[in-house]
């Protein structure tokens, strides 16, 4: 045995509690994957797409990375981004961030020299272009959570640019900011901040 016995058990309690409760739910997924929603996520533990907003295997289409970032010359993401808005016909796209995500906390401290600090650049981009906003905040804590506001805010932004969505799709294509206090398990909609994006844009602007 490898050592990891005891989740190959949970999964087939799980796999038999499933078919019990439900019977036919795995021969129904087979054929067929039809899910409503593509949520882009941080890798965090804490924060597993479909169990905080409850919903079943085949109703969510997941993407996660730390910091849940959309990279404009992300492959990965640019391709599941198109899978599930061209092939899978997803309309509406998540993109949720959390409070006391390490990613943006890596971004606010001194680089280790890491990988990951390598891809958390990006989020270090954000706070540098939105400095004077973080630095209006009064305390670390609240600058921190801005940041990861923020961060939800601009890659809601860099869905909505990709190349996937300037076709047809982006007009019946909806792109939500979400994000989850870890503190509470609650989910908070980041629309106010997507929008409010452009002006706190410095005079350079986005564009
Ligand atoms: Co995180």
Redesign the pocket.
């Known amino acids: 045995m490898t050592g990891l016995g005891h989740l190959l058990e949970h999964n087939q309690a799980w796999a038999a509690r499933m078919e019990r409760e439900q019977p036919g739910f795995f021969s129904r997924l087979v054929d067929q994957q039809r899910p409503r929603y593509l949520w882009i996520g ?3 533990s804490r ?1 597993p797409a479909n169990q905080i907003v409850g919903l079943p295997p085949g109703e969510v289409f997941v993407h996660r990375n ?3 970032l959309v990279v404009h010359s992300d492959l990965n993401c640019l391709s599941v981004l198109d899978f599930a808005v061209n092939i899978l016909g997803v309309r509406d796209v998540i993109v949720c961030g ?1 409070y006391g ?4 906390k890596a971004a606010l401290a001194p680089s280790q020299g890491r990988i990951v600090d390598h891809w958390v650049r990006h989020v270090r981009d954000i706070a540098k272009f939105y400095r004077e906003e973080l630095e209006s905040q009064s305390c670390p804590q609240s600058r921190e959570r801005r940041l990861c506001e923020l961060n939800v805010a601009v890659q809601v932004v860099h869905v909505r640019e990709s190349p996937v969505l300037a076709g047809i799709a982006s007009k019946e294509t909806r792109v939500h900011g979400w994000i989850y206090d870890l503190a509470d398990g609650l989910l908070a909609d980041l629309t106010p901040t997507v929008e409010s994006l452009r002006a706190m844009e410095p005079s350079a602007g986005l564009r």
């Open positions: 941080c890798s965090d924060v730390v910091a849940n959390h995500c390490g990613g943006i």
